[in-house]
């Protein structure tokens, strides 16, 4: 068996083969991609070691001005948080706690005023609706009532000749 190829070979090969523009599968037609992010929308709150994270970022810079890796800082940062212990920890829960409530205010403020924002264009498009259809009536009943006139007046005319 000179020559052959392993299993594992051949499903390498299939992996590494490069495929040919007209075997892309084309993209779904009801989908549009993500939607736009809103810049009003209130940003997450931090967790507590992101919190610890902020402060421990500006310690490691004086520390290691020369030091310009960011996956340097996270690593050093994780070993720090791992190292603390649980009463070490507590500022920084407690901090992260505050703001996740001032962060819940904010996006219950932020939904009851997009869903009163929302409902206004709703209820202005319902009212121009309710307008627009009480003019078509009093449209259409004077138009009766013209109507009603012409047929008078011909009978009127009929009765002249």
């Known amino acids: 068996m000179k020559g052959a190829k392993s299993k594992g070979a051949a499903k390498a090969d299939a992996k590494l083969a490069v495929k040919s523009k007209g075997a892309e599968k084309p ?3 009801g989908k549009k991609g993500k939607a ?3 810049p009003n929308k209130p940003k997450r709150a931090p967790s507590a070691f992101f919190v610890f994270m902020g402060e421990f970022r500006e310690e490691f810079k004086q520390k290691n001005p020369k030091n ?3 996956a340097a800082v996270g690593k050093a940062a994780g070993e720090r948080w791992k190292s603390l212990s649980e009463s070490e920890k507590a500022p920084y829960v407690a901090k992260a706690n505050k703001l996740k409530g001032e962060y819940n205010k904010a ?3 932020y939904n009851k005023g997009e869903s009163a924002a929302a409902a206004a264009p709703k209820k202005a498009a319902a009212k121009e609706v309710e ?3 009480e003019e078509e009536s009093d449209k259409s009943k004077s138009e009766i009532n013209d109507d009603d006139d012409d047929e008078g007046s011909d009978e ?3 009765d002249d000749e």
């Open 27 to 29: 993209a779904a037609k």
């Open 131 to 133: 307008e627009e259809d």
């Open 36 to 38: 736009g992010k809103d």
């Open 156 to 158: 009127d005319e009929d």
């Open 107 to 109: 996006i219950a403020a």
């Open 68 to 70: 310009k890796s960011v």
